[in-house]
């Protein structure tokens, strides 16, 4: 089945202790990008990355790194994370090239920070 | 500066009846606009994808149109049912040559009641 898979659902954290969000796809999708999700905000785009070895900026990237040493992979780092982080986190993937590609989300990763 | 604005905010209706949701934007380059349906904690799946030449398109119960003169698109549902009861939100996409970019709206909450 093709599907973005995100790891873990739900995360509890606290301040300025590093963590690792997974995303992993299986469709061999050359683009991926993480999102965050805030009430009244809509989805916001943190890092997006064209394929492996190439990750650019999103809207809102301060407080994030990301990596993409694999086409499949595509980790959402925080070193230091803050309450401000606390978010609703996505992670999408799709094709490059065409007019029209369609993306694939995963499930989500809700993470508090205390 | 890019925008995506979606009405109303949120939308009760009862189950079987009709309902439309309203999207205007002001993206340049445009490629093209989504649909994407939301159910509270999961990722989006999109409804429905159309292109600057499509006015119209339709997902089962789900019909999307778009004026690209007047940069306007809405969503009708047709006989609801509780399961479309969900954020639903209108993403328009950049031209791949500026990396593909989704412009998220902030969404519609639809509650369908029995």
């Known amino acids: 089945e093709a599907q973005v898979t995100q790891n873990p659902r739900y995360l509890i954290t606290v301040t300025g202790k590093k963590l690792t969000v997974t995303c992993s796809q299986n469709?061999?999708?050359?683009?991926m990008s993480w999102y965050r999700q805030d009430p009244g905000l809509g989805l916001r785009q943190i890092y997006y990355?064209?394929?492996?070895?190439?990750?650019d900026k999103g809207d809102v990237p301060e407080g994030y790194k990301v990596s993409r040493k694999e086409k499949r992979n595509f980790p959402l780092i925080l070193e230091s994370p803050s309450p401000n982080q606390t978010s609703l986190y996505f992670c999408?993937?799709?094709?490059?090239?065409?007019?029209?590609?369609?993306?694939?989300f995963g499930q989500g990763t809700r993470l508090t920070v205390v | 500066k890019n925008q995506v604005e979606q009405s109303p905010q949120s939308l009760i209706i009862l189950e079987g009846k009709n309902c439309t949701l309203q999207?205007?934007?002001?993206?340049?380059?445009?490629?093209?606009l989504r649909w994407y349906k939301q159910d509270t904690g999961r990722g989006p799946v999109s409804l429905t994808i159309?292109?600057?030449?499509?006015n119209t398109k339709s997902n089962g119960r789900y019909t999307a149109t778009l004026d690209a003169d007047t940069k306007q698109s809405s969503l009708h549902i047709t006989a609801s049912q509780l399961s479309d009861s969900a954020s639903y939100i209108c993403?328009?996409?950049?031209?791949?040559?500026?990396?593909?970019?989704?412009?998220f709206g902030q969404g519609t909450e639809l509650s369908v009641k029995p």
């Open positions: 999408a993937s799709s094709p490059l090239g065409g007019v029209v590609t369609e993306a694939f």
């Open positions: 469709m061999n999708h050359e683009y």
């Open positions: 990355s064209m394929n492996v070895e190439v990750t």
């Open positions: 999207c205007n934007y002001t993206v340049s380059p445009f490629s093209n």
């Open positions: 159309m292109t600057f030449s499509e």
């Open positions: 993403v328009v996409s950049l031209l791949y040559n500026q990396g593909g970019k989704l412009i």
